[in-house]
C-alpha cells in the first residue's frame, strides 16, 4: 500500500520561504508521478505543481511559477516542495498526491494516492 507522509509546514511571514517534503513509502517513487496541490477553507482543491516520474521537468500553477520548485530524490523516496517568496493568498493546506498512469495531467482526479496534508500559513 502506498503512503505519503507530508512533513514542513508552518507559519511564515509573507516573502518568507518554506519547505514540504513528501516522503513515500510501500513502492518506488519513480514508478509515480507526483503532484502537489492546495486547498484554502471554502474553495476547491487546486494544483500547485506536477513532476515527472524521473527527474526534476514539472509544471507549475501560473500563480507560483518562479517562486516555487518541485524536486524529487527517487532513491530517498522523498519529493520536496520549495516555496519562496511566500504571499498570504498561498495560505493553504498543502497535499502531496501519487498516479502511476495519468498524473502528467495535472488533474487531481487522477491522483488516487493522497497524503494527509499539511498547513502552510502565511501573516505577518
Known amino acids: 500500500q502506498l503512503q505519503l507522509v507530508e512533513s514542513g509546514g508552518g507559519l511564515v511571514n509573507p516573502g518568507e520561504s518554506l519547505t514540504l517534503s513528501c516522503a513515500v513509502s510501500g513502492s518506488q517513487l519513480d514508478y509515480y508521478y507526483i503532484g502537489w496541490f492546495r486547498q484554502a477553507p471554502g474553495k476547491e482543491r487546486d494544483i500547485v505543481s506536477c513532476i515527472s516520474k524521473t527527474d526534476d521537468t514539472a509544471d507549475y500553477a501560473e500563480s507560483v511559477k518562479g517562486r516555487f520548485t518541485t524536486s524529487r530524490d527517487n532513491d530517498k523516496n522523498m519529493v520536496d516542495h520549495h516555496k519562496n517568496s511566500l504571499k498570504p493568498e498561498d495560505d493553504s493546506v498543502y497535499f502531496c498526491?501519487?498516479?502511476?498512469?495519468?498524473?502528467?495531467?495535472?488533474?487531481?482526479?487522477?491522483?488516487?494516492?493522497w497524503g494527509q496534508g499539511n498547513q502552510v500559513t502565511v501573516s505577518s
Open positions: 498526491a501519487a498516479d502511476f498512469m495519468t498524473g502528467y495531467l495535472c488533474l487531481y482526479q487522477t491522483y488516487g494516492h
